[in-house]
């Protein structure tokens, strides 16, 4: 989730993860089952592969990865999806367990209020309909990744780690080489994307031919990709969705948002202004956290995801709600991302953008104001022509969606998904999973 850290509830929460002098444990696993107690789940029994555990990507530093394997009735060919959640420095685990992930912790962004009860429900909509999924917890001591090693500061540095992170992650998992890649993510995820994909060519160019990563498809979801580009859009959003009174024109950001607050009469979550902002919660982030970072500090839970010893208890047991501080994570940065994006698309990589309509972190208008201005690629021409149209599921109507294909035949897609905020899987799951079927074709 972007913007977490910008909150400012939550940045006072957070503390910068230390650096243990030893592992938590004495011996990281590699590749283990995920076997939940029949306490922990309801509505019947899992029937596809999990496993979760630890990959080097250095000899010090280890990343945490969640696998669930595809659905029994998913295609054979079925691509492989790895997923991490943004912040940045917020856990993969949301993902997992509020939003694509085939089991959900139901309503746990609403606890106190709607009592979670911390068990484990299929999810309706979940992604392994159509791939296989690895939710990974990365930058570096990210949820319950670990290690001795330095920090990265960087999304750069984190696109050098996911190179290490897949090329390992393959080796444990070889009966997965074959498949297409589509590397996802959200939020500050459009700068992770980016960055993962322009690391994962560069080493395409230098790598013998069966040792590429396959590559095929990225996904972003209501993701700051250019801010340059994106953020003069919000009063142009907030006037689009009659949060501000017509012919108002606020002047910044700031403004806007005060002027939106007085128009609805109530303070808005940042990530769905149709819902009140929680606050006075330990783990308040717009919704309340607190309960569902708690469940993953929880013994049997750790002990089914084969977690090593304490990690993650930045992240989870204190008031951060999933997150840890990154505080100079990309100062600096000069990382062309809208470039980056355009080589993939001229190299053949698929990209498909969605975007929740009532999100103020990351708007749609600023989104698709990026998307038409700052990706100068081989589909530029087509891109302008592309008409909007509706989105239908099962006839009808969850959004609209707007795509072009570009010389290296890559296609370019843009989803804007009715009725839902800044976590599109979790508010408008059929949005969410026709964007994933845009890619995996």
């Known amino acids: 989730m972007l913007a977490r850290l910008l909150h400012p509830e939550v940045r006072e929460t957070l503390t910068e993860p230390t650096v243990p002098a030893v592992l938590p444990c004495a011996s990281p696993v590699r590749r283990a089952p995920v076997v939940f107690p029949k306490s922990v789940t309801r509505g019947g029994s899992v029937d596809f592969e999990m496993a979760s555990g630890y990959i080097n990507v250095t000899s010090d530093d280890l990343l ?23 912040g940045p420095g917020c856990s993969a685990m949301e993902g997992a367990t509020t939003e694509g992930g085939a089991l959900w912790l139901w309503d746990a962004k609403q606890s106190g209020k709607t009592g979670f009860t911390g068990h484990l429900t299929r999810n309706p909509y979940a992604w392994n309909a159509q791939a296989h999924l690895v939710f990974v917890d990365q930058p570096r001591y990210v949820g319950y990744s670990t290690g001795t090693g330095k920090k990265i500061t960087s999304s750069v540095e984190a696109g050098l780690d996911m190179v290490a992170f897949l090329r390992g992650w393959y080796s444990t998992f070889p009966e997965h ?12 995820g459009g700068h992770y994307v980016p960055a ?23 996904m972003i979801g209501n993701g700051i990709v250019n801010e340059t580009a994106q953020q003069p859009h919000f009063a142009e959003f907030a006037a689009a969705q009659n949060l501000i009174p017509a012919g108002s024109k606020p002047v910044g950001e700031g403004a806007t948002r005060a002027l939106i607050e007085k128009t609805l009469g109530y303070s808005p979550n940042f990530y769905d202004y149709r819902l009140e902002q929680q606050t006075g919660c330990c ?21 089914a995801l084969n977690v090593c010893g304490s990690a993650g208890t930045e992240a989870f047991g204190g008031c951060g709600g999933g ?28 990209l498909t953008f969605y975007y929740g309509e009532q999100d103020t972190a990351c708007n749609y ?39 072009a294909v570009g010389p290296s035949g890559a296609t370019l897609t843009f989803i804007t998904a009715d009725g839902a905020g800044h976590m599109v899987p979790m508010d408008n799951g059929a949005a969410a999973s026709l964007a994933l079927a845009s890619i995996v074709g």
């Open 64 to 86: 945490f990865y969640w696998y669930v394997g595809a659905a029994p009735d998913a295609p054979a060919d079925a691509p492989l999806l790895v997923w991490s959640n943004g």
């Open 177 to 188: 080489k074959h498949r297409r890649l589509i590397l996802a993510s959200e939020s500050y």
């Open 196 to 218: 993962w994909v322009s690391a994962v060519l560069d080493f395409n160019e230098a790598a013998p031919q069966g040792e590429r990563l396959p590559l095929a498809g990225m």
């Open 283 to 303: 783990g308040c982030g717009g919704y309340d956290y607190g309960e569902w970072a708690g469940w993953f500090m929880r013994d049997d839970v750790k002990e």
């Open 323 to 350: 997150c840890v501080g990154l505080p100079s994570f990309d100062d600096g940065d000069r990382f062309d991302y809208s470039g980056a994006i355009a080589r993939a698309l001229d190299a053949g990589v698929n």
């Open 365 to 403: 208008v600023g989104a698709l104001a990026m998307a038409n201005s700052s990706l100068h690629w081989g589909g530029t021409a087509a891109w302008a022509r592309a008409p909007a149209r509706p989105l239908h599921l099962a006839g009808a109507s969850v959004g609209s969606v707007r795509s």
